[in-house]
């Protein structure tokens, strides 16, 4: 059965993308269904932090569901349907305004780079493999997408793996800046809670400031909410939790932020 599995662990609200047979790949209703799964995560005040994964040892995502594409994509009326699914799905990690995160082991490919991309965080294992197949598909991939990979890696790698369609390792995706961390396979799931650990004890309004204000800086001058930046940052400084800070550091002991 194709679908998001959810679980909140601690601090971390999981989304575990499964469809095992078909290395995760993801179906029309899973896109449909991951905005709503990251608003309801983004409104809970016990989620610090959103953590993406695949399910089992063999991928993260595979992409979509090709199997699909004769009935849902063939006709423009499906096509715009499908794309328009894709495209909220894969703005809603950088919308939301907690940190989200990608686990990546096995296979990453197509839609699954696109959803590691639009993440904060990419921790990947030695053994993730990457590709971008849209050019051996036929496929015109979304402007949104191709723009947040140029952002991440650049227009040199954007292009060399688009019209490459070639599949490279995760040593290479930490090179282009893809990934941020590789590590072993047999440590991800510890090196992985390690690090989400880490954030979930930070101030979570700091980390929110700061998460808007670097989406923000992406974009063209006249179009970034410099009024929202400021309101975000000055709510840290009103806020219990920077008293709490201060009194933590003084004490020399470690915080414990409330989001308030």
Known sequence: MAELITRKENAIGWVIFSNPTKFNALTYDMWT???????????????????FTGDGEKSFVSGSDISQFETSRGDASGQATYEQAVVAALEAPRLCGKPTLAKIRGVCMGGGMGLAAACDVRIAAMNATFCMPASRRGLGYNFPGIQRLVHLIGAAHASDIFFSARKFVAAEALA???????????????????????????????????????????LEVGKRDLGQIARKISSCFTSADYQEGQRAFLEKRKPNFQGR
């Not at 799964?37 to 016990?46: G, K, L």
């Not at 880490?198 to 400031?209: G, R, Y």
């Open 33 to 51: 269904a991951l905005p709503g799964v990251i608003a309801t995560y983004d409104a809970d005040p016990e989620v610090r932090l959103i953590a």
């Open 176 to 218: 282009m800046g893809f990934v941020n961390r590789v590590v072993d396979a047999a440590d991800l799931d510890r090196e992985f809670m390690e690090y989400c650990t880490l954030i979930s004890e930070n101030a979570p309004l700091t980390i929110a400031a700061a998460k808007f204000s670097i989406s923000q800086s992406i």
